[in-house]
């Protein structure tokens, strides 16, 4: 069956050669909550040069540079909506009727808007750490809470160029085998006078040698610096565990998040593990937040009784998960553990479960654990020699020994409070997880486009900022947040903000009196 449909209505386009009285301007294209026009009123009223910004293109001689403002917007409008390389925000600022509109219809080069975010890391990093102090005086953070972790964030730097001892050990052994093998197809060569087959020889042993002078320098290069790894793409760059067996080379995020709306407080860029990153998140939340104590989430690769003790003296309540105990000596009864035996901190002794008193002579021992040391106290008694219960407690020909650290007590009180408070740390995997999720997983941010750890500082603080302003935009909604900004603009403002800069003195005087759009008290 045939229908007719010519005259049926269909919504109709507008003819490409008509002309217009009224034609339509940018203006009106951009909806008034667009968040392009957030960003246009956040970065207008900022002061970059105060920030760190590089100021380009004012020599009387030459081509005139791009307003700093303008290739700010191209980034911060790039990242809102998922574009990080140079060359998609030159296509962009071409093709993108939002970007066009907020940028006045510029056409910076893809090498220009590169050089812009490698030459300004530091004042990138300021700029997020401005923003934070803004959300603060608006009480957007809580500042009792927060939750650290770290993520992983591939490098510049396959695995292929990423050497430790081993792996160059493989590979020389591998190309010693092979010189050997040419070697002898040369001789065969020699003797058969094949001289194509010996010229043919004698360039993959050139090849060979070349590779092997490589690993050796490489071999060297690791001796001198005492490192246990090297890059050669991106030097900073480290191989780490992302999860299960997965390795990468990477750089490890540390990142404090508040509770109250999963906003980020702080962040460290890396290249190492955990174990020794709490205190130092920790007490820069703390300070950037201005809290007088703090509640720190954070799971187990976190758990080191040194680290739980220096956070307890700085008024940072720990919520940290247990790591398993490694027993190298295996304890045959479960009765007979070391949680077992019940400290008196009065007389500096252990009651075991045998109702035996351990003393310790006072000595301190330095407990080695790779490159860390942990100042222990030995803990025994003479009664275990005749003890009926020995072979239930110990299999240690001497006795059973006892070994508290100088970090005991405050390790203690963290486990006595994830026990009895497993509510306030259920919540770290909603509160700092959202983060990753979202930055990772949503955005695809699951790498980092810069090499160096300075440079990849002002790229998150770049993902961070985004981060940020995306959160509250749905908090607040854009009116509200550009009524604010127009208010804070037009008011005085005094904020303390941690900044980081290296350039001259007159600047760090400029970054005393004004920073961005309010006045500051810097902290250097």
Same mark, same amino acid.
Request: include cysteine.
């Given at each position: 069956?045939?229908?007719?449909?010519?005259?049926?209505?269909?919504?109709?386009?507008?003819?490409?050669?008509?002309?217009?009285? #009224?034609?339509?301007?940018?203006?009106?294209?951009?909806?008034?909550?667009?968040?392009?026009?957030?960003?246009?009123?956040?970065?207008?009223?900022?002061?970059?040069?105060?920030?760190?910004?590089?100021?380009?293109?004012? =020599?009387i001689?030459g081509?005139?540079?791009?307003?700093?403002?303008?290739?700010?917007?191209?980034?911060?409008?790039? $990242?809102?909506?998922?574009?990080?390389t140079?060359? !998609?925000?030159?296509?962009?600022?071409?093709?993108n009727?939002?970007?066009?509109?907020?940028?006045?219809?510029?056409?910076?080069?893809?090498?220009t808007?590169?050089?812009?975010?490698?030459?300004?890391?530091?004042?990138?990093? *300021?700029? #997020?750490?401005?923003?934070?102090?803004?959300?603060?005086?608006?009480?957007?953070?809580?500042?009792?809470?927060?939750?650290?972790?770290?993520?992983?964030l591939?490098?510049?730097n =396959?695995?292929?160029? *990423?050497?430790?001892?081993n792996?160059?050990?493989?590979?020389?052994?591998?190309? /010693?085998?092979?010189?050997?093998? $040419?070697?002898?197809?040369?001789?065969?060569?020699?003797?058969?006078?094949?001289?194509?087959?010996?010229?043919?020889?004698?360039?993959?042993?050139?090849?060979?040698?070349?590779r092997?002078?490589?690993?050796?320098?490489?071999?060297?290069?690791?001796?001198?610096?005492?490192?246990?790894?090297?890059?050669?793409? /991106?030097?900073?760059?480290?191989?780490?565990?992302?999860?299960?067996?997965?390795?990468?080379?990477?750089? *490890?995020?540390?990142?404090?998040?508040?509770?109250?709306?999963?906003?980020i407080?702080?962040?460290?860029?890396?290249?190492?593990?955990?174990?020794?990153?709490?205190?130092?998140?920790?007490?820069?939340?703390? =300070?950037?937040?201005?809290?007088?104590?703090?509640?720190v989430?954070?799971?187990?690769?976190?758990?080191? /009784?040194?680290?739980?003790?220096?956070?307890?003296?700085?008024?940072?309540?720990?919520?940290?998960?247990?790591?398993?105990?490694?027993?190298?000596?295996?304890?045959?009864?479960?009765?007979?553990?070391?949680?077992?035996?019940?400290?008196?901190?009065?007389?500096?002794?252990?009651?075991?479960?045998?109702?035996?008193?351990?003393?310790?002579?006072?000595?301190?021992?330095?407990?080695?654990?790779?490159?860390?040391?942990?100042?222990?106290?030995? $803990?025994?008694?003479?009664?275990?020699?005749?003890?009926?219960?020995?072979?239930?407690?110990?299999? *240690?020909?001497?006795?059973?020994?006892?070994?508290?650290?100088?970090?005991?007590?405050?390790?203690?009180?963290?486990?006595?409070?994830?026990?009895?408070?497993?509510?306030?740390y259920?919540?770290?995997?909603q509160?700092?997880?959202?983060? #990753?999720?979202?930055?990772?997983?949503?955005?695809?941010? /699951?790498?980092? !486009?810069?090499k160096?750890?300075?440079?990849?500082?002002?790229?998150?603080? %770049?993902?961070?900022?985004?981060?940020?302003?995306?959160?509250? %935009?749905?908090?607040?909604?854009?009116?509200?947040?550009?009524?604010?900004?127009?208010?804070?603009?037009?008011?005085? #403002?005094t904020?303390?903000?941690?900044?980081?800069?290296?350039?001259?003195?007159?600047?760090?005087?400029?970054?005393? %009196?004004?920073?961005?759009?309010?006045?500051?008290?810097?902290?250097?």
């Open positions: 069956m045939l229908y007719y449909l010519s005259g049926m209505s269909k919504i109709s386009g507008i003819d490409r050669t008509q002309t217009s009285a #009224f034609p339509i301007t940018l203006e009106e294209m951009i909806p008034e909550d667009h968040p392009a026009r957030v960003i246009d009123a956040y970065i207008e009223g900022l002061d970059l040069v105060a920030l760190g910004f590089i100021q380009k293109g004012h =020599s001689e081509r005139p540079g791009y307003d700093t403002k303008v290739l700010l917007k191209i980034y911060l409008y790039g $990242y809102l909506n998922r574009i990080r140079s060359r !998609l925000l030159e296509r962009e600022c071409k093709r009727v939002e970007l066009i509109w907020l940028i006045g219809g510029l056409r910076p080069c893809f090498r808007i590169a050089g812009f975010r490698s030459d300004n890391v530091s004042a990138l990093e *300021n700029l #997020f750490r401005s923003f934070v102090q803004l959300l603060r005086a608006w009480n957007l953070f809580d500042a009792s809470t927060v939750a650290i972790d770290g993520t992983k591939r490098a510049v =396959s695995k292929k160029n *990423n050497y430790n001892p792996k160059i050990e493989r590979q020389l052994e591998y190309i /010693d085998n092979r010189i050997t093998t $040419y070697l002898t197809e040369m001789e065969k060569a020699d003797a058969a006078e094949d001289h194509e087959a010996a010229d043919t020889c004698n360039a993959e042993l050139i090849t060979q040698l070349n092997k002078r490589k690993y050796h320098d490489l071999a060297e290069q690791l001796k001198q610096s005492g490192h246990t790894q090297v890059s050669t793409t /991106d030097p900073d760059a480290r191989s780490m565990i992302i999860h299960g067996q997965v390795v990468e080379v990477c750089y *490890n995020i540390q990142t404090a998040v508040d509770d109250k709306h999963c906003l407080a702080h962040y460290q860029v890396t290249n190492e593990n955990d174990r020794k990153a709490l205190v130092p998140a920790a007490v820069a939340t703390k =300070s950037i937040l201005k809290a007088e104590a703090i509640n989430l954070a799971d187990k690769g976190y758990d080191n /009784d040194e680290q739980l003790h220096e956070c307890a003296a700085q008024q940072i309540i720990t919520y940290v998960a247990q790591q398993d105990i490694p027993r190298k000596n295996p304890v045959p009864t479960e009765a007979y553990y070391g949680d077992k035996f019940i400290y008196d901190p009065n007389t500096d002794t252990y009651v075991c479960p045998a109702g035996e008193t351990l003393k310790t002579p006072g000595t301190w021992y330095e407990k080695k654990y790779k490159h860390y040391v942990t100042p222990v106290k030995h $803990y025994r008694t003479g009664k275990c020699k005749t003890c009926p219960v020995r072979e239930q407690c110990t299999t *240690n020909p001497n006795g059973r020994i006892i070994e508290r650290s100088k970090y005991t007590e405050a390790a203690q009180a963290n486990a006595e409070r994830i026990k009895t408070q497993k509510h306030i259920q919540k770290r995997q509160i700092v997880e959202h983060v #990753f999720g979202t930055i990772k997983r949503q955005w695809g941010f /699951d790498h980092i !486009l810069l160096g750890l300075e440079k990849n500082h002002g790229e998150l603080g %770049l993902i961070y900022l985004t981060y940020n302003l995306r959160r509250v %935009l749905n908090i607040i909604g854009a009116k509200e947040l550009i009524n604010r900004l127009k208010m804070v603009y037009s008011s005085a #403002f904020l303390s903000i941690p900044i980081r800069c290296n350039r001259t003195e007159k600047l760090y005087e400029r970054l005393r %009196l004004q920073l961005g759009f309010y006045n500051v008290m810097l902290v250097l």
